[in-house]
């Protein structure tokens, strides 16, 4: 993975650039000091690091718009940062960058239960805004798993998911309005408490721009009434196609499960060594989650279970207490940290139509014992988002580079079965490179027009999302 | 007019335009201003090119008529879950609506609040833009976030940002049952107020309405019928201090009322003109009271008023306290509020990006 060299010309200013920085902004709000500037030189995806030429730390809009102002004046890149949870490299710096972080940005603004939305500034992380309203019996839907500490900026940068989204949508599904500042400066109000737009739908293109449109400093957010009551079931088959099967007849018998969570027997073996949930001996599981009152969940669980009689299920296993349900829960909820136990990994998020399951499944296998690396799979089987999770040694000499090429190939294998590249993590640096699997030139150029048109000068993020030979005649004008 | 069998015949008028034109889905609105430019239509890319009903998508050709869509998901049970509207008893049209057009104009009905807007059924598309290069963008999954979402973008742009040709929807299933609680006789204040206790409320309400003119709220209900049945029992309770509730369950009765509600029809054989007004759902009455309307219609729980108004009236100055926007639907061309000024500058440099000859829809848009 490469990022650009840093401009020679913003290096020989730096001292310049600090003390207009320092001029708009509170003392400890700039951090340049070489040492202050290494918890910036990554995200979650921490095999690339860069330390910036410094981070700042604005506490309002105002203060987002001087430094974007100054930034745009100096021709220095700024890469916008929400917790610094992304595992898709999308807050990477680059040597020449100004990091600006979001996180002092984190009040509730404004509750309104009668018009059903949450006004926060965006460096909020997603689980306070449900913690904000949930004593009243409410909550904010996107959960990615990060929750606890990803931000409500990156949320919209990265347009984020979470194991919900088959009932309650993304990120953009979610999002009514946004306060946004452009590279220039500007400060511009989108949306509101009110739907739709009148013009053109400006949140459903920046939500997943990965930052490279404009800083979001609020933002309106939908909230919802908390169902009377959740409770999951879990099945275990003997192969994968027949758990598959399972979960398209589940969808289209009208069932609407608020989850439809998948794993594979490598993912099971490593979680019942971590966790000890108890899951059956299995290839293939699935955790079906509905919700409603404890009546609605006996018929909506009591068809899930007849339609899973006809796939031969080798348990099958309905909650029948919170503690039940924890349990059901917890290896599923502990997959990730289980997988960290046997060693590195990395973990894509290529989505495939629910059709190709066991297709893609199979070929991960095979393309997993051609190069020698262990995978595991648990994803959201609802909606097709699969999580394969590739071990390997960080310090084995060439193991990173195995990884990666074996990654690229399951990304590939799933733009192929017709799904993408990403379905929830964004493309970052990590997937940049493999952008042209997916989209032509022509379809490139399209998204890259809209990047000219908020940030002419190619100085937000500029380094992500597009192959740099792609955007090379752009970031250099 | 022309007429295209292809997309890439469609992609080859474009690029050899020298003259502005009029795309038209089935030319059931008429979102551009009659007489200017050559008008093409994208009725001949037409049919269902992906249907799998067990993913909940279909992929299918812009031109598609919404009624040959809606038979094809209603044969396995499926529907599209945001209940477009059809405008042409209000617009006194005929013509065949076109999915295409649907998504042009972001179309969304009365399961907004519930189901979510066209544009967030919306998966991927393929369109033209004014080069005449053909574009794709999204694709046909659920969940997607590679690369810029255009997909939105063109939601609602009404053709001024590149010509559809085909696109992929997420649908969902039809539910067992249906009913609608219906109250009477609350005032546009207490409706709301009732329409935002039930939506804040866990029973899942799919459409929340108040017709003044019919002394009538409603609140639909769908799903399972024996949950459907429970839902409207706990919610006549939650709503009991807003006075007493009857249940309609009759599926002919439930959907001809959606359909009224839907469609505007109480203001089709009516004169006057039609702007649909989008503010946050306790804002409201005071649009409607603030526009003097002749007569309103709340949907999406107060958030979506339908106004009807004297021929010639522009009610945009008298919503100038009121965040939100109108836009008319019946009348004199097309007319919208207007975009705070940077976002004025973005649309316009936007447009000369996809569009730079300006051949698509002059007059769309503002």
Same mark, same amino acid.
């Given at each position: 993975?490469?990022m ?12 310049h650039?600090?003390?207009?920085l320092m001029?708009?902004l509170p003392?400890d709000?700039v ?46 890149p700024?890469?916008?940062r929400?917790?610094g949870?992304?595992l898709?490299?999308?807050a ?5 960058s ?13 509750v309104d ?7 926060v ?8 805004v449900?913690?904000?309203?949930e ?21 919209i ?6 194991a ?5 949508g ?7 309005g946004?306060t ?6 500007t ?8 739907l ?23 933002a ?7 169902p ?10 003997d192969?994968?196609?027949r758990?598959?099967a399972?979960?398209?007849?589940i969808i ?14 490598p993912c ?7 966790a000890?949930?108890?899951?059956p001996?299995?290839?293939?599981l ?25 796939h031969?299920?080798?348990?099958l296993?309905?909650s ?10 917890l ?5 990730f ?8 990994y990395?973990?894509?998020d ?14 991960i296998?095979?393309l997993?014992?051609?190069?020698g690396?262990?995978v ?7 909606d ?22 074996l990654g690229?190939e399951?990304?590939?294998l799933?733009?192929?079965a017709?799904?993408?590249l990403?379905g ?23 998204q890259?027009r809209v990047?000219?048109?908020?940030d ?17 005649g752009?970031?250099?004008g | ?9 469609l992609?080859?008028?474009?690029a050899?335009a ?6 038209e889905g ?12 050559d008008?093409?239509?994208v ?11 067990? /993913?909940?998508t *279909? @992929? ?6 919404? =009624?040959? #869509?809606? $038979?094809?998901? %209603? +044969?396995?049970g ?10 042409r ?6 013509g065949v ?9 972001n ?6 609040v519930?189901?979510?807007?066209c ?7 393929r ?13 046909r999954?659920?969940k997607?976030?590679?690369g810029?979402?255009?997909?939105k973008?063109?939601?609602?742009s009404?053709?001024t ?16 049952a /249906?009913?609608? *609680? @219906?109250?009477e006789g609350l005032t546009?204040? =207490?409706? #709301?107020? $009732?329409?935002? %206790? +039930?939506?804040?409320s866990?029973f ?46 009759a ?12 469609d ?8 006057g003109?039609?702007?649909r ?12 009271a ?6 309103a ?6 958030? *979506?008023v ?6 010639g ?15 008319r ?5 097309p007319?919208?509020?207007?975009e705070?000024?940077?976002?004025a ?22």
């Open positions: 993975m490469q650009p060299a840093p401009d020679a010309r913003v290096m020989a200013k730096k001292d650039v600090l003390r207009r001029a708009v003392e709000a951090i340049h000091d070489p040492t202050a500037t290494r918890a910036y030189e990554c995200d979650a995806l921490t095999a690339y690091r860069c330390p910036p030429l410094a981070a700042v730390l604005p506490a309002s809009t105002a203060e987002v718009a001087a430094v974007l102002k100054i930034c745009h004046e100096e021709r220095v700024v890469v916008p929400g917790s949870t992304s898709a490299g999308g990477l710096p680059t040597a020449d100004v990091i600006l972080g979001v996180a002092r940005l984190n009040e509730v603004l404004e239960y009668p018009n059903r939305f949450i006004r500034q965006a460096g909020r992380t997603n689980l306070s449900t913690g904000a309203v004593g009243d019996g409410w909550f904010y839907a996107p959960d990615p798993s990060s929750q606890l500490a990803c931000a409500i900026a990156g949320n940068g990265m347009n984020s998911g979470g919900h989204c088959l009932k309650y993304v990120t953009t599904n979610n999002l009514l946004v946004l500042v452009l590279m220039d400066g400060v511009v109000e989108i949306g509101g408490a009110h739709d737009a009148v013009g053109y739908d400006w949140l459903g293109v920046i939500c997943g721009s990965e930052g490279q449109l404009g800083v979001v400093t609020e309106t957010l939908r909230i919802l009434p908390k009377e009551g959740a409770r999951p079931v879990l099945m275990g088959f192969c994968s196609e758990a598959g399972c979960v398209a007849d289209r018998a009208g069932v609407l499960p608020v989850a439809i969570e998948f794993m594979d027997r099971i073996a490593a979680t019942e060594a971590f000890g949930a108890g899951y001996d299995c290839e293939a699935l955790i079906v989650e509905v919700e409603g009152s404890p009546a609605e969940i006996d018929d909506q669980l009591a068809l899930i279970k007849r339609i899973a009689m006809a031969d299920p080798v348990e296993r309905e029948g207490s919170a503690e039940e349900s924890a349990r059901i829960w290896g599923r909820k502990s997959a940290g289980a997988m960290g136990q046997l060693g590195d990395m973990c894509l290529g989505t495939i139509p629910v059709s190709a399951l066991p297709d893609v499944l199979r070929r296998g095979e997993s014992a051609e190069a690396l262990r595991a799979n648990v994803f959201h089987a609802g097709g988002n699969m999580h394969p999770l590739i071990l390997f040694d960080a310090n084995a000499p060439g193991d990173l580079e195995r990884c990666e090429a690229a399951i990304l590939k799933c733009v192929d017709g799904g993408c990403t929830e993590h964004g493309v970052g640096v990590e997937k940049r490179d493999l952008m042209g699997v997916q989209y032509r030139p022509e379809d490139l150029d399209a890259m990047k000219d048109v908020f002419p000068g190619w100085l937000l993020n500029p380094a992500k999302v597009f192959p740099l030979e792609v955007s090379a752009r970031r250099a | 007019m022309m007429r295209p069998e292809t997309e890439a015949e992609a080859g008028i474009v050899g020298e003259r502005p034109l009029q795309i089935g030319g059931t609105r008429g979102m551009t201003v009659p007489g200017d430019g008008r093409l239509s009725a001949g890319l037409s049919g269902v090119v992906l249907y799998e009903p067990g /993913a909940l *279909l @992929v299918v050709r812009a031109g598609t008529p919404l =009624a040959e #869509v809606g $038979a094809v998901l %209603a +044969a396995e499926q529907r599209l879950a945001f209940e477009p509207m059809d405008h008893r209000l617009l006194g049209r005929d609506p076109t999915i295409g057009g649907v998504a042009a104009a179309v969304s009905g009365p399961r907004r519930q189901a979510g807007a544009r967030d059924a919306m998966l991927g598309v369109f033209v833009d004014g080069r005449g290069r053909v574009i794709r963008n999204g694709g999954v659920m997607n976030v590679t810029y979402d255009l997909v973008l063109m939601a609602g009404r053709g940002l590149g010509v559809l040709t085909e696109l992929a929807v997420k649908v969902l299933p039809v539910p067992e /249906a009913a609608v *609680l @219906v109250m546009s204040e =207490a409706a #709301v107020a $009732a329409m935002s %206790a +039930a939506l804040g866990p899942e309400v799919s459409a929340a309405a108040h017709l003044p003119e019919a002394g009538e709220t409603w609140l639909r209900l769908e799903g399972f019928a024996a949950s459907v049945a429970y839902r409207a029992g706990r919610l006549g309770a939650l709503l009991d201090r807003f006075g007493p509730a009857r249940v309609v369950e599926p002919d009765e439930v959907a001809a009322m959606m359909r009224r509600l839907r505007v029809e109480d203001f089709a054989d009516r004169p003109d039609v702007w007004i989008s503010v946050r759902p306790s804002d409201g009455p005071r649009a409607a603030a526009v003097a309307a002749e007569a219609i709340f949907d999406w729980g107060g958030g *979506l339908w106004v009807l108004v004297p021929e009236h522009d009610i945009r100055p008298a919503l100038s306290g009121i965040a939100g926007h109108a836009v639907v019946r009348g004199a061309g007319l919208a509020s207007p705070p000024a940077p976002l500058a973005l649309a316009a440099r936007l447009r000369a990006e996809f569009d730079p000859r300006g051949l698509f829809n002059p007059g769309a848009m503002g």
